[in-house]
């Protein structure tokens, strides 16, 4: 009997790795779900090598599958299977129109899977890359509960969801970052370029210059002289940065800073929040206990930070505390938010308010989108009115002076 190494989450959200035996991957599956683990990714141990060198292979020569691509499959398999189409037809019929190349050989796959006697959850986990674990568990709920086709159009809302979220907030930050580059870039044609043709003119004159332009002039020379180096430094900075932020602890550490920066801080916060609470009221809605409803919910929200947070919330939950109790010892709700998490526990409709939550917190990310730009202006107007300033007075101060000091002399000759 073939051996398979699996990766899961127990009952806390803990991962546990192990290999078991069994004569299929949904065998082995199965097994899992009877001892309270929820499989992630199940591969055949003597084929993880291939498995390994597919997954490379994918990444570097196939376009990556987008949100719209997720939409779009979650919303065919609704209408499909509400219309009593089987799975396996369902699928071959998204294999012909599926436009993107990585998204259709997927599903061949995952037809492939589910004729070998697969279940479609387990046909999915098998590529994480195109599946998120969040799709991967609402599908298995819609199986157990026979309600695959509401899972599927509650997997298409959430995606639509997401892709108009990440749209808005690129869009608004799209006009600061382009300011902020030709800021940068015009700097350092400044520096390179300008300064070191008026430090050629003034030091003709052999006269002391004002400390604004002593300064320009020396951070231009370090520009001239070590350009190469500072360029060098600086992708290492970026490329450190980028190392430690995947770290646990360095991804935790920034993701809790990006909830508390300027400007930002709270539209981030926000939008995180309305992805938990989508999802939450999604799972909850789809029949699953509340304690996985955070397992699940917590792979969601993509921050370090306040998924440690729902892990607390979950575990005081096991502990017997309300959910309100667990809700408010995270320190992440607003008490409005509380205060409909209280009415939904009393009433027995948290999935509801769940729900009403996400889209109070959708408003008001949409309105703080809409806003952001006219926060950001007048930020970039105030740099950039003192990066001219300096350069302005670094250059024109020591003309001055000297215009000032040959009509001086001038004065003296008659």
Request: net charge neutral; aromatic share 8%; charged share 20%.
């Amino acid at each position: 009997m073939p051996q398979f190494a699996y990766q899961g989450r127990n009952a806390r959200g803990e991962l546990v790795k192990g290999t078991l035996e069994g004569p299929t991957s949904s065998a082995v599956a199965d097994q899992l779900f009877s001892t309270g683990v929820t499989p992630v990714h199940i591969n055949e141990a003597k084929a993880a090598v291939a498995v390994a060198a597919g997954k490379l292979q994918l990444s570097f020569g196939e376009p990556k599958v987008e949100l719209a691509d997720l939409m779009l499959l979650s919303r065919q398999m609704h209408t499909l299977l509400k219309s009593g189409v089987p799975i396996i037809r369902a699928l071959s019929g998204l294999e012909q129109s599926a436009a993107n190349p990585t998204l259709r050989s997927t599903v061949v796959e995952v037809r492939e899977g589910l004729e070998s006697g697969r279940e479609l959850s387990q046909a999915l986990r098998q590529h994480p890359k195109v599946f998120p674990p969040y799709m991967v568990s609402l599908v298995r709920v819609g199986e157990v509960t026979g309600r695959l086709d509401e899972v599927f159009m509650r997997l298409y809302e959430f995606f639509a969801f997401e892709k108009k979220m990440g749209e808005d907030i690129r869009g608004a930050l799209r006009y600061p970052m382009m300011v902020i580059i030709a800021v940068a870039v015009a700097m350092f044609i400044v520096n390179i370029f300008v300064i070191p043709a008026f430090a050629k003119m003034f030091s003709s004159f052999h006269a002391q210059l004002p400390l604004m332009t002593r300064l320009l002039i020396g951070t231009s020379d370090l520009f001239v002289s070590y350009w190469p180096l500072m360029i060098v430094g600086v992708a290492a900075l970026v490329f450190g940065a980028r190392f430690y932020v995947r770290s646990k602890e360095g991804r935790y550490r920034w993701d809790g800073l990006k909830l508390r920066l300027p400007v930002i801080g709270s539209l981030v916060h926000k939008a995180t929040l309305a992805r938990f609470s989508r999802s939450f009221a999604l799972s909850a809605k789809s029949g699953v206990p509340i304690v996985q409803v955070l397992s699940i919910v917590a792979e969601v929200v993509d921050n370090a930070y306040l998924e440690a947070r729902i892990a607390q919330m979950r575990d005081s939950i096991e502990r017997g505390e309300s959910i309100l109790r667990a809700a408010v010892a995270t320190g992440v709700f607003s008490p409005v938010v509380l205060q409909m998490v209280a009415v939904g526990e009393e009433t027995g409709e948290i999935d509801q308010l769940m729900s009403e939550i996400a889209d109070m917190y959708e408003r008001e990310v949409t309105i703080e989108v809409q806003g952001l730009t006219a926060k950001v202006e007048p930020i970039l107007l105030v740099c950039m009115g003192v990066l001219v300033l300096i350069l302005a007075l670094g250059v024109f101060l020591p003309m001055w002076d000297m215009a000032g000091a040959a009509r001086g002399g001038g004065g003296g000759a008659r």
